[in-house]
């Protein structure tokens, strides 16, 4: 008896996925075209190490992860959502919600004004 190999192939998504929560949007994977839009790159950047805390949005952000894993828990809502490096992630102004920073993060914001 011979054994044989046997191999598997991983498949990764090449196109963005839209989810929301608590009117949070949540959009992983957005194309490299659509960050150059929004000019991400020229955002001010924030990073934070593993921590829990609460935070209010006072205005619309819109940030992307270079790095990390949040649980986000959302006032008034059950339950939490991650998000992690490569989500673009829009929180609507007054939003309450409670970081618990699991990995640290990097991250590009933007605030409307």
């Not at 090449?14 to 992983?28: L, S, Y």
């Not at 609460?54 to 809502?77: I, R, S």
């Not at 959502?81 to 993060?105: H, N, Q, R, S, Y």
């Amino acid at each position: 008896m011979t054994a044989t190999a046997t191999t598997s192939t991983i498949v990764i998504p090449t196109t963005a996925t839209i989810t929301t929560f608590g009117g949070v949007k949540i959009e992983r994977n957005p194309s490299e075209s659509k960050l150059t839009q929004l000019g991400v790159s020229s955002w001010p950047k924030w990073g934070g190490s593993p921590s829990k805390f609460p935070w209010t949005f006072t205005a619309k952000e819109t940030m992307y992860l270079l790095e990390g894993k949040v649980k986000v828990y959302c006032d008034g809502y059950d339950g939490f959502f991650e998000i992690c490096a490569g989500d673009l992630v829009e929180f609507p102004k007054g939003m309450e919600v409670t970081w618990d920073v699991i990995e640290a993060v990097n991250k590009h914001y933007n605030v409307e004004k």
